[in-house]
T-cell receptor, first 117, second 108 residues
Framework: GAVVSQHPSRVICKSGTSVKIECRSL??????MFWYRQFPKKSLMLMAT?????????EQGVEKDKFLINHASLTLSTLTVTSAHPEDSSFYIC?????????????FGPGTRLTVL | GENVEQHPSTLSVQEGDSAVIKCTYS??????FPWYKQELGKRPQLIID?????GEKKDQRIAVTLNKTAKHFSLHITETQPEDSAVYFC???????FGRGTSLIVHP
C-alpha cells in the first residue's frame, strides 16, 4: 500500500513555456502533500506544503507565482512551473502524508526530471 | 525554522563493517525522525523511523537512536553489504527538513 505516482517522469520544454507535474496518491487519501526539488547529489529541498482544499504554504525563497500548487482533491496535487527557464531544470519530487497534524510518514513519488532548454 | 546537520557527507566502509551516520536538529518541537535511502535516479525510500517518545529502534541490521536532550539522532547499519551503497538522508519533522545526505560506499 501507500503508493504515490508522479507524471510525467521526464519532461523537456522550451524556455518560457509552462509545465504541469501531477502527484497522485493511489491507495490512500493524502491530506498533506509536499513538493521538493533536488539538485544532483544534493538533498531534497522542501518547496511547499499543500493541504487539501487550502492554499499551499511556500518555503522562504520559493516564488509562489512561479511554482503554482493546487491540491484540489485528497488524491491529487499539481505543481505548475510557469514561464520555465533553464535554471528551473531539476528533479522535482512530491510526497504525500495521511496525517495533517503531525506530518507522519511521507510516501514519495518517483520524481519528475525537468529540463528547460 | 528547523535546521538539520548531517555527518559525514561521504562514508566508505569495507563489507561487513558497521556504518554510523549522525544528524543534529535545532527545533525542539520536531517529533518524528525518518531515515531515507536513495539510490541513483530513484525516489527516497523510508528505511527506518523513530518518534520522540522512543530512544532506540532496531530493524534487523538497521537501528536508529535518538537523544532528544542533545537533539541528535543516528543511523547504525551493521554487517554492511554492497547493496547498502546509496545516499542516506535524515529528516526532522514537524516541518520536513532534510539533512544534506550521506553517500555510503560499501567495498566488497
Amino acid at each position: 500500500g501507500a503508493v504515490v505516482s508522479q507524471h510525467p517522469s521526464r519532461v523537456i520544454c522550451k524556455s518560457g513555456t509552462s509545465v504541469k507535474i501531477e502527484c497522485r496518491s493511489l491507495d490512500f487519501q493524502a491530506t498533506t502533500m509536499f513538493w521538493y526539488r533536488q539538485f544532483p547529489k544534493k538533498s531534497l529541498m522542501l518547496m511547499a506544503t499543500s493541504n487539501e482544499g487550502s492554499k499551499a504554504t511556500y518555503e522562504q525563497g520559493v516564488e509562489k507565482d512561479k511554482f503554482l500548487i493546487n491540491h484540489a482533491s485528497l488524491t491529487l496535487s499539481t505543481l505548475t512551473v510557469t514561464s520555465a527557464h533553464p535554471e528551473d531544470s531539476s528533479f522535482y519530487i512530491c510526497s504525500a502524508s495521511e496525517d495533517r497534524a503531525s506530518y507522519n510518514e511521507q510516501f514519495f513519488g518517483p520524481g519528475t526530471r525537468l529540463t528547460v532548454l | 525554522g528547523e535546521n538539520v546537520e548531517q555527518h559525514p557527507s561521504t562514508l566508505s566502509v569495507q563489507e561487513g563493517d558497521s556504518a554510523v551516520i549522525k544528524c543534529t536538529y535545532s527545533d525542539s518541537a520536531s517529533n518524528y525522525f525518518p531515515w531515507y535511502k536513495q539510490e541513483l535516479g530513484k525516489r527516497p525510500q523510508l528505511i527506518i523511523d523513530i518518534r520522540s517518545n522512543v530512544g532506540e529502534k532496531k530493524d534487523q541490521r538497521i537501528a536508529v537512536t535518538l537523544n532528544k536532550t542533545a537533539k541528535h539522532f543516528s543511523l547504525h547499519i551493521t554487517e554492511t553489504q554492497p547493496e547498502d551503497s546509496a545516499v542516506y538522508f535524515c529528516a526532522a519533522l514537524t516541518i520536513p527538513t532534510f539533512g544534506r545526505g550521506t553517500s555510503l560506499i560499501v567495498h566488497p
